[in-house]
């Protein structure tokens, strides 16, 4: 049998199916892997989230400990299997030893839960902030530089209760783990106020139709609490609008950030007033969110001014590289590279940050309202710092973990 | 594939020795992959395009013997997926009944199969578009119900930590291992699907295919055949949802979304479905363009990328790789398999 074209293109595939799987290993170099969502409702989320964490690389100019940094991006559609995917190919492909992200809730919690299986790896998350992807059942080598959800809260229950004195509120959330711990944690201080939730609508990622959760949503209601993210926010703002809907807004921390108050349409309306919570304020006037800001327009695309995802991940891409700083650039001994990680206490462009012991990060909250800038955008203004707000939200350990996990029933104050 | 199936799979067939060659080798070449592959292209790209793969194959038993493209192939392997993890174990802390494996794994395939015969059940009376319309229909309200219901599905986050079973002293989710569990189902699956289509009943689903009225005038049940056609391919896509839940350890709504039904069928197109082993080529392209596509062209346009090949693909052969397999065969076929003089 002669050598047949068939043959030889036979063995270029499978030469070509194995060649990328001989690493080049370099020394000089350390591959960390950024997770976001680079496709799905989230894109342009998870893409303000990269430039988060190349912001960070650029203010180390590029190197840490002081070998050449590389970063291997990863994208996911926001669901955990996708994110669990592209993990796995950071991880087992690319050989990242360290690995920043993923972006949302139900993601941190399947990245956390992979990170089990890989104990030579480091898992540092992006801006997913669930709450139980480090409160209940957390992995040794996963670490939350950003906050959670509830955290991101903090202040927000109290201040739409006594200074805007709303009686009643329903709320519109999305249907997974980041906008329950949100919900939890404006609830928590609402309804420890005197504050009633008589309604919850949880609307499915991506949802394009909010007719039937805008019918549904009570008359007489004192506000509406929304939690929703992205293209969902937009979609459902401005459908409420459409349907002539009058009733002042609560927001979530990523319904009225930059990558929704820029967003063209005659938005603007509805969300000027919106109170909200987050870890950032964006008329912070502090020296070093003036300066961050300033390197974070640097990037390609950036928005007006950084979004929490770009926050977070500039926050969780920080701590990765100052613990590389730290070891000298060795990180052959894992063990080592999460004891420095969990003893790093650092300033950022929003406070001190420190870990907890089940490594989620102490941090500043902001709480905001929506206000009109001198330039014409519209921009979260600073109305209150919280300073130093734990996972527990101040409360003891065992009393919090006694209220039970965050779903879509708890907490409930009708 | 294993060698021995291919081979009982093309006699059956009636096929050319050439083929039964040319399948001898792509088994040797598939059976000693592990050799060289590491343990990311052994389970990441090999098995998980295989499992891709025999959910494709599912769809291609349908579109090609029987004329019906489904889009709920997905949703079919789904079933399967959500039986393990609600019947056997979980770490969501919800259900997790810790079937064993040899009463799961078969009750899941027949539910698949059994939930695959009633999508048939359903959509056979349509043809055509409307057959890709209802079976879209299906898989998007599976999606949203499943991603909504929380008592049975675990709403969004769906079910966690879902082992694959230890047989043997064999861990079968090992990369090595794994490996040789899809591959053994796929070549099953490959060789059950050559063998059915020269049987009786696969030639009654073909003719049903080309004239069902003629084939109804001559007595022969063309609901029954039709339905049943979509029972043995709930057979084979509920064997891929059990190795699918196994790959990922998780199963959620994102497995059954959409786009991943949306997937299977430019599998299969890519592919080609005029042969069984289209939507194993498919699987391999597709499955190594999603995961390689973004080292590329970068994190922002990657998708452009993968839609770009495909449209240069559908567009130069519309039967797929198979296709442009078959344009440059007659003189690569005289090439090869002229004897030596």
Same mark, same amino acid.
């Given at each position: 049998?002669?050598?047949?074209?068939?043959?030889?293109?036979?063995?270029?595939?499978?030469?070509?199916?194995?060649?990328?799987?001989?690493?080049?290993?370099?020394?000089?170099?350390?591959?960390?892997?950024?997770?976001?969502?680079?496709?799905?409702?989230?894109?342009?989320?998870?893409?303000?989230?990269?430039?988060?964490?190349?912001?960070?690389?650029?203010?180390?100019?590029?190197?840490?400990?002081?070998?050449?940094?590389?970063?291997?991006?990863?994208?996911?559609?926001?669901?955990?299997?996708?994110?669990?995917?592209?993990?796995?190919?950071?991880?087992?492909?690319?050989?990242?030893?360290?690995?920043?992200?993923?972006?949302?809730?139900?993601?941190?919690?399947?990245?956390?839960?992979?990170?089990?299986?890989?104990?030579?790896?480091?898992?540092?998350?992006?801006?997913?902030?669930?709450?139980?992807?480090?409160?209940?059942?957390?992995?040794?080598?996963?670490?939350?530089?950003?906050?959670?959800?509830?955290? *991101?809260?903090?202040?927000?229950?109290?201040?739409?209760?006594?200074?805007?004195?709303?009686?009643?509120?329903?709320?519109?959330?999305?249907?997974?783990?980041?906008?329950?711990?949100?919900?939890?944690?404006?609830?928590?201080?609402?309804?420890?106020?005197?504050?009633?939730?008589?309604?919850?609508? *949880?609307?499915?990622?991506?949802?394009?139709?909010?007719?039937?959760?805008?019918?549904?949503?009570?008359?007489?209601?004192?506000?509406?609490?929304?939690?929703?993210?992205?293209?969902?926010?937009?979609?459902?703002?401005?459908?409420?609008?459409?349907?002539?809907?009058?009733?002042?807004?609560?927001?979530?921390?990523?319904?009225?950030?930059?990558?929704?108050?820029?967003?063209?349409?005659?938005?603007?309306?509805?969300?000027?007033?919106?109170?909200?919570?987050?870890?950032?304020?964006?008329?912070?006037?502090?020296?070093? *969110?003036?300066?961050?800001?300033?390197?974070?327009?640097?990037?390609?695309?950036?928005?007006?001014?950084?979004?929490?995802?770009?926050?977070?991940?500039?926050?969780?891409?920080?701590?990765?590289?100052?613990?590389?700083?730290?070891?000298?650039?060795?990180?052959?001994?894992?063990?080592?590279?999460?004891?420095?990680?969990?003893?790093?206490?650092?300033?950022?462009?929003?406070?001190?940050?420190?870990?907890?012991?089940?490594?989620?990060?102490?941090?500043?909250?902001?709480?905001?309202?929506?206000?009109?800038?001198?330039?014409?955008?519209?921009?979260?203004?600073?109305?209150?710092?919280?300073?130093?707000?734990?996972?527990?939200?101040?409360?003891?350990?065992?009393?919090?973990?006694?209220?039970?996990?965050?779903?879509?029933?708890?907490?409930?104050?009708? | 594939?294993?060698?021995?199936?291919?081979?009982?799979?093309?006699?059956?067939?009636?096929?050319?020795?050439?083929?039964?060659?040319?399948?001898?080798?792509?088994?040797?070449?598939?059976?000693?992959?592990?050799?060289?592959?590491?343990?990311?292209?052994?389970?990441?790209?090999?098995?998980?395009?295989?499992?891709?793969?025999?959910?494709?194959?599912?769809?291609?038993?349908?579109?090609?013997?029987?004329?019906?493209?489904?889009?709920?192939?997905?949703?079919?392997?789904?079933?399967?997926?959500?039986?393990?993890?609600?019947?056997?174990?979980?770490?969501?802390?919800?259900?997790?009944?810790?079937?064993?494996?040899?009463?799961?794994?078969?009750?899941?395939?027949?539910?698949?199969?059994?939930?695959?015969?009633?999508?048939?059940?359903?959509?056979?009376?349509?043809?055509?578009?409307?057959?890709?319309?209802?079976?879209?229909?299906?898989?998007?309200?599976?999606?949203?119900?499943?991603?909504?219901?929380?008592?049975?599905?675990?709403?969004?986050?769906?079910?966690?930590?879902?082992?694959?079973?230890?047989?043997?002293?064999?861990?079968?989710?090992?990369?090595?291992?794994?490996?040789?569990?899809?591959?053994?189902?796929?070549?099953?699956?490959?060789?059950?699907?050559?063998?059915?289509?020269?049987?009786?009943?696969?030639?009654?689903?073909?003719?049903?295919?080309?004239?069902?009225?003629?084939?109804?005038?001559?007595?022969?049940?063309?609901?029954?055949?039709?339905?049943?056609?979509?029972?043995?391919?709930?057979?084979?896509?509920?064997?891929?949802?059990?190795?699918?839940?196994?790959?990922?350890?998780?199963?959620?709504?994102?497995?059954?979304?959409?786009?991943?039904?949306?997937?299977?069928?430019?599998?299969?197109?890519?592919?080609?479905?005029?042969?069984?082993?289209?939507?194993?080529?498919?699987?391999?392209?597709?499955?190594?363009?999603?995961?390689?596509?973004?080292?590329?062209?970068?994190?922002?346009?990657?998708?452009?990328?993968?839609?770009?090949?495909?449209?240069?693909?559908?567009?130069?052969?519309?039967?797929?790789?198979?296709?442009?397999?078959?344009?440059?065969?007659?003189?690569?076929?005289?090439?090869?398999?002229?004897?030596?003089?």
């Amino acid at each position: 049998m002669t050598l047949s074209r068939r043959h030889i293109l036979a063995l270029a595939m499978t030469t070509a199916l194995t060649l990328p799987s001989v690493a080049l290993a370099q020394d000089d170099t350390i591959k960390i892997g950024v997770l976001a969502t680079f496709e799905g409702a989230f894109t342009v989320l998870g893409e303000d989230g990269e430039r988060g964490a190349l912001t960070a690389l650029a203010e180390f100019g590029g190197m840490a400990g002081g070998k050449k940094i590389e970063v291997v991006r990863g994208s996911s559609d926001a669901s955990p299997d996708s994110a669990v995917r592209a993990a796995r190919k950071l991880v087992e492909q690319d050989g990242v030893k360290i690995l920043v992200g993923p972006l949302s809730g139900d993601e941190g919690i399947a990245v956390k839960e992979y990170a089990k299986s890989q104990p030579d790896v480091t898992f540092i998350n992006g801006t997913s902030a669930a709450q139980d992807t480090t409160l209940r059942d957390p992995a040794p080598n996963f670490f939350r530089f950003s906050t959670d959800g509830a955290q *991101w809260m903090a202040g927000l229950g109290t201040y739409a209760f006594t200074e805007k004195g709303y009686q009643t509120v329903a709320v519109v959330a999305e249907d997974y783990s980041f906008p329950y711990t949100q919900v939890f944690g404006f609830m928590a201080e609402y309804c420890k106020a005197g504050g009633k939730v008589p309604s919850k609508s *949880w609307v499915p990622i991506g949802n394009k139709d909010f007719s039937s959760v805008i019918a549904a949503i009570p008359d007489d209601v004192d506000a509406i609490y929304v939690a929703l993210g992205g293209a969902d926010a937009v979609n459902f703002l401005t459908q409420y609008q459409d349907a002539g809907g009058q009733a002042p807004l609560v927001g979530g921390s990523i319904t009225v950030d930059q990558t929704v108050l820029t967003s063209k349409g005659k938005l603007r309306d509805v969300l000027v007033g919106t109170p909200s919570a987050g870890p950032i304020a964006d008329t912070n006037d502090s020296a070093e *969110w003036m300066a961050f800001v300033d390197a974070y327009k640097q990037q390609a695309g950036a928005f007006p001014s950084p979004s929490l995802f770009a926050h977070g991940y500039y926050i969780n891409m920080k701590a990765a590289l100052l613990a590389i700083d730290q070891l000298g650039g060795d990180l052959s001994d894992p063990a080592k590279l999460r004891d420095t990680l969990g003893g790093l206490s650092f300033d950022t462009p929003t406070g001190k940050v420190s870990l907890d012991k089940n490594r989620n990060a102490v941090a500043d909250m902001f709480l905001t309202e929506v206000t009109e800038g001198t330039d014409g955008n519209l921009v979260n203004k600073l109305i209150k710092v919280v300073p130093q707000v734990n996972q527990t939200l101040g409360i003891a350990e065992d009393e919090f973990l006694a209220l039970g996990a965050v779903s879509r029933d708890n907490p409930s104050c009708p | 594939m294993s060698a021995d199936a291919d081979i009982v799979g093309a006699v059956a067939a009636g096929q050319a020795p050439g083929t039964a060659a040319a399948h001898v080798a792509l088994a040797v070449l598939l059976v000693l992959y592990p050799l060289v592959a590491s343990d990311f292209f052994l389970t990441q790209i090999g098995g998980y395009s295989l499992i891709q793969g025999l959910i494709a194959l599912s769809l291609m038993l349908l579109a090609g013997y029987g004329g019906m493209v489904s889009l709920a192939q997905i949703t079919i392997a789904g079933v399967a997926g959500y039986v393990v993890a609600i019947f056997g174990v979980n770490n969501s802390g919800v259900h997790g009944f810790g079937w064993p494996w040899w009463v799961l794994v078969p009750f899941a395939i027949l539910c698949a199969a059994l939930a695959s015969s009633l999508v048939g059940w359903i959509s056979v009376r349509t043809s055509g578009i409307y057959t890709i319309m209802i079976t879209l229909a299906i898989a998007t309200a599976s999606f949203y119900f499943a991603q909504q219901n929380y008592s049975f599905f675990n709403g969004f986050p769906g079910y966690n930590g879902i082992p694959a079973p230890q047989v043997l002293g064999v861990n079968w989710r090992g990369p090595m291992p794994f490996y040789y569990l899809c591959l053994g189902t796929a070549s099953l699956a490959y060789a059950a699907v050559l063998y059915g289509q020269r049987s009786t009943f696969g030639l009654t689903l073909q003719a049903i295919r080309d004239n069902p009225r003629r084939m109804h005038a001559l007595g022969f049940d063309v609901t029954a055949h039709k339905v049943f056609a979509w029972f043995l391919a709930g057979v084979i896509a509920g064997a891929a949802g059990v190795l699918l839940v196994w790959f990922q350890g998780r199963i959620s709504p994102g497995t059954i979304s959409v786009g991943t039904a949306i997937n299977v069928l430019i599998i299969a197109v890519i592919g080609g479905i005029r042969h069984p082993i289209g939507p194993f080529l498919g699987a391999v392209l597709v499955v190594l363009l999603q995961t390689f596509a973004i080292d590329i062209v970068g994190a922002a346009r990657f998708n452009t990328l993968i839609g770009f090949v495909f449209l240069v693909i559908v567009f130069v052969s519309p039967d797929g790789i198979l296709g442009l397999w078959q344009r440059f065969r007659p003189r690569a076929a005289r090439e090869a398999w002229t004897p030596e003089p």
